[in-house]
């Protein structure tokens, strides 16, 4: 019997409490999520240029400029174990590979934005 008292006491509470709730909640349609105009114009350098533009070109140049270093230290890092013969490896070469990975990263950030 004081299981049965107990369980209609909360259940009448956890009714009036859920009841209590709707009301105070608005309606899903009243409901809008508003969010602060966001500046959508571009910014002009002074002589003129759109800021976005003069950024993306430059990113552009320095991912061309990453990509021929890595390149470039490729080739080298190919051509001293191809000298070095087999099952030698130069103590360089460890550098080398740390070298491109660096700039793999570099290059992959920058196409990442």
Do not use: C
């Not at 800021?51 to 061309?64: G, M, S, V």
């Not at 890595?70 to 070095?84: D, H, P, T, Y």
């Amino acid at each position: 019997m004081r299981r049965t008292r107990r369980f209609t006491l909360f259940s009448l509470l956890g009714s009036a409490a859920l009841a209590s709730g709707r009301q105070e909640m608005p309606n899903q349609n009243d409901r809008r999520i508003t969010f602060p105009d966001l500046d959508d114009t571009d910014k002009r350098l002074p002589n003129g240029k759109s800021q976005k533009d003069a950024i993306a070109k430059e990113q552009h140049e320095q991912a061309l400029k990453d990509a021929n270093d890595l390149i470039s230290v490729a080739e080298e890092l190919r051509n001293e174990l191809q000298k070095a013969g087999d099952y030698v490896v130069p103590a360089g070469s460890v550098k080398k590979t740390e070298q491109i990975e660096k700039l793999a990263k570099k290059i992959r950030g920058r196409l990442q934005l």
